[in-house]
């Protein structure tokens, strides 16, 4: 039970109270950001797909944190959406910044993730690890296209998410330490697909 309410007040957290950064945000105190209207409506629809992926990070590790019997690994789970708790707050923090709203189906994103979560968590421990590892490695993936695709002028953005792209890399890395098993390629391609999906809607909706 105490799991069980754990993980909702994790839900009602992550999609109605503003969040709270341990970290504080990463900055380029010598480089000002300026922005015309349109960078700044490019800039806020990475952003806001940055900040979905925040979203449905909270809820794939707090779906494994519930699914596991492994105390450890359900601590494991709980400092990873910990340091992705910094993730949500900065890039709500900049989508503010920008004047840029959060996607309208952050309800459905966090379902949707924690439903996937949960699946891999049932699956077994190497594989929920396995997920993970490959979760990570797609985003840090995705987070360096980003930094292609900001506006040069927006080096708030861009430090944010180079900090993310370092922090999601290292997220991987310490899963495969924990046991994680490789997915197949066919899982891969399936996540790959789903993650372009939710990309393309969350940049307009």
């Not at 105390?71 to 004047?99: C, I, M, P, Y």
């Not at 590892?133 to 953005?157: F, G, I, K, M």
């Amino acid at each position: 039970m105490d799991t069980l309410l754990s993980a909702a007040d994790a839900a009602l957290r992550t999609l109605f109270a503003t969040p709270r950064a341990a970290q504080a945000c990463p900055t380029l105190s010598s480089e000002a950001t300026e922005l015309s209207a349109s960078e700044k409506n490019q800039a806020g629809a990475l952003m806001r797909v940055n900040h979905v992926g925040e979203v449905c990070a909270q809820a794939l590790y707090t779906a494994q944190a519930f699914a596991t019997k492994n105390e450890a690994l359900r601590a494991h789970f709980k400092r990873a959406s910990a340091e992705e708790t910094d993730h949500l707050a900065w890039t709500e923090q900049r989508l503010n910044e920008l004047g840029a709203h959060k996607s309208l189906l952050n309800p459905l994103w966090y379902a949707g993730a924690f439903g996937l979560g949960l699946l891999a968590g049932r699956l077994g421990d190497r594989v929920s690890l396995g997920f993970v590892v490959e979760t990570e490695n797609q985003v840090a993936a995705h987070l360096q296209s980003h930094l292609t695709l900001l506006p040069a002028a927006d080096h708030a953005s861009r430090a944010i998410v180079a900090q993310m792209k370092d922090d999601e890399a290292r997220h991987a890395l310490d899963a495969q330490k924990a046991g994680a098993i490789e997915l197949p390629q066919a899982v891969k391609n399936l996540m790959r697909a789903t993650a372009q999906i939710m990309t393309t809607v969350a940049q307009r909706v």
